[in-house]
């Protein structure tokens, strides 16, 4: 990693194949690599989570039978991974939100 490279703060598990295909991982990790970078990323593979706080948002990588979705904050700093989930639905969970925003609120203590 290059040192102009933001590190990923992971407050989550990290995805693993199976259950997420090998192709839908490597997408994964090419998008994070760019918001590593600094590339703002946007739809239709991310988009704002305001509903989370602040510079939080939403990837989406399309698998064989569902989407996965990689929910993460944008640091000055860093780029911190909350949680990842596959989706079959359009909404996101208030589990999910209130999880999010635990780990987050637990991170910033820190």
């Not at 194949?17 to 760019?34: D, F, K, T, V």
């Not at 590593?36 to 939080?56: A, D, E, F, L, T």
Request: aromatic share 8%; charged share 30%.
């Amino acid at each position: 990693m290059s040192p102009k490279h933001k590190p990923l703060a992971w407050l989550s598990d990290l995805p693993k194949s199976p259950p997420m295909s090998m192709n839908a991982r490597i997408e994964i990790g090419y998008l994070l690599r760019l918001l590593q970078s600094g590339i703002n990323v946007s739809m239709p593979h991310s988009r704002p989570m305001p509903s989370i706080g602040k510079r939080c948002h939403e990837l989406r990588v399309n698998d064989e039978k569902c989407t996965w979705r990689l929910f993460y904050r944008i640091d000055e700093d860093a780029i911190v991974v909350m949680n990842w989930e596959f989706k079959k639905t359009e909404a996101t969970s208030k589990k999910m939100i209130e999880l999010c925003q635990k780990r987050l609120s637990d991170y910033d203590s820190i």
